[in-house]
């Protein structure tokens, strides 16, 4: 991880549905906690249901990762709920937080309740990019989705993240060509890549032609239907 990313204390995953941001951030916690000692996940992502990091919740705290979420999330009763005492978990300075948001306008509106807790924090903000989505496989798109999520929340993306997947069928060229895209993106908003998130078994042959820190995936939440 890079050095730059380990000195904030809250980390906010933002992006359009189906970016894959609840892994990325339950990916991201595991790294964190090897540098720190409390780590927190909450999962406010109300959009969603068959995606929550909830669903992690065993093999996380597990891990020493303490996962916060509604008392409704990963029952027979979703309700548009999100979890209690957020604003004491984040200004607690014992700890470092990470936000998992829904990926509508209506995710961005519930970060957007709670900004003024945001910007009195040193934060970083991830826009989790999957080129091979429909809604964010152009340039433009990437960016009208970054100018929404920023408009509705009042916070900025100070951070891009290169999740490009076709799940279990993704190649070397879905990763390289994401990067690409978001190389294009990232030059035009002067927004930085922070890493490209890659299965294990492609992690050399990606490294050979991006150079970039990456992020493994080491775990994966298992759909309702699989």
């Known amino acids: 991880m890079k050095k730059e990313f380990n000195n904030n204390k809250l980390y906010i995953f933002v992006g359009h549905f189906g970016s894959g941001k609840t892994e990325v951030a339950a990916n991201f916690a595991l790294e964190l906690k090897r540098y720190t000692e409390k780590v927190n996940i909450i999962d406010m992502d109300i959009v969603n249901p068959f995606f929550r990091a909830v ?25 548009p709920s999100i979890p209690q005492n957020i604003p004491l978990i984040l200004n607690d300075p014992n700890s470092k ?15 957007g309740s709670y900004r003024e807790y945001i910007l009195d924090q040193e934060y970083r903000m991830f826009g989790v990019v999957n080129v091979r ?5 152009t340039v ?28 279990n069928e993704t190649t070397v060229e879905d990763i ?23 299965n294990k078994e492609l992690l050399s042959e990606v490294k050979e032609v991006i150079g970039s820190e990456s992020l493994i995936h080491r775990i994966k939440i298992v759909l309702p239907w699989e």
């Open 133 to 137: 989505r429909p809604r964010t496989d």
């Open 97 to 111: 937080t990470i936000l998992d948001i829904g990926g509508d306008d209506l995710g961005a509106r519930i970060l």
């Open 55 to 79: 669903d992690l919740k065993s093999y996380l705290n597990s891990q020493g990762i303490s996962v916060i979420a509604s008392q409704y999330a990963g029952t027979n009763l979703e309700m």
């Open 176 to 198: 390289v060509q994401g990067y690409k895209v978001l190389q294009k993106v990232s030059n035009e908003l002067n927004i930085p890549i922070a890493f490209s998130c890659i």
């Open 140 to 167: 433009q798109k990437i960016k009208s989705m970054i100018e929404q999520i920023e408009k509705t929340s009042k916070i900025k993306i100070n951070a891009l993240i290169n999740n490009t997947n076709l799940a």
